[in-house]
């Protein structure tokens, strides 16, 4: 499974963002774009999943393995997202909010996807805690475990791991990282540290074309 995103220009209406941008992702790659805050990377991951907001413009293709998704609504493209924020559903317990990822299905086998999907990322005695009494790590273990749960065929990682103290980013990078490997699938991460840098093959610089 393989992700290109061919940019041929992304806009705001302020002006262009990003032009003549390409990206070739293979299976179990991260693949890190940095850049300026405002230069467009995050808008960019938005056009990739396709939750980019009405105001902005693209102009371009997204391919996953070979298939073209821009066209497709969001929920058809199979594209995963973590951001900053955890987003857990408060009112939920960590079980719910993993179930509310799986589509429906036998109920013992979501049972057992969300089971297990809190082992992979260490969790696994918390499957019905109340995510108020998480901290910051596993919140956003969880978070991992429930975009993971939607079986993307593509993860994108908008500066995931910026809001965690520097021991816990170590630890999540290698989970995350790990995990993206192990399932081999293409993932894209915008973020301003180089520590975030999983591969030095695999970094893109952006410079905004306004700039």
Request: glycine letters at 8%; proline letters at 5%.
């Amino acid at each position: 499974m393989s992700l290109r995103v061919d940019v041929q220009s992304l806009s705001s209406p302020a002006g262009v963002l990003l032009r003549d941008l390409q990206l070739d992702i293979p299976p179990g790659q991260v693949h890190t774009l940095m850049g300026d805050s405002g230069s467009g990377k995050s808008s960019l991951l938005a056009a990739v999943c396709g939750t980019l907001d009405v105001a902005m413009h693209f102009e371009g293709s997204v391919l996953l393995n070979g298939q073209r998704i821009d066209q497709l609504p969001t929920q058809a493209r199979r594209v995963g997202i973590l951001f900053q924020d955890d987003l857990l559903f408060p009112h939920m317990t960590v079980r719910e909010n993993l179930l509310f990822a799986i589509p429906r299905g036998a109920s013992a086998a979501r049972e057992a996807m969300a089971a297990q999907a809190l082992g992979d990322v260490e969790m696994a005695d918390y499957l019905h805690a109340d995510p108020a009494t998480l901290s910051g790590g596993q919140r956003a273990r969880v978070a991992l475990a429930r975009a993971l749960l939607a079986q993307p065929k593509a993860l994108l990682l908008d500066e995931p791991f910026s809001r965690l103290d520097a021991a816990l980013r170590v630890r999540m990078r290698a989970l995350v990282f790990g995990l993206v490997r192990a399932r081999g699938i293409p993932a894209l991460l915008v973020t301003h540290d180089a520590q975030d840098i999983a591969d030095t093959n695999g970094v893109t610089r952006i410079v905004n074309p306004a700039a």
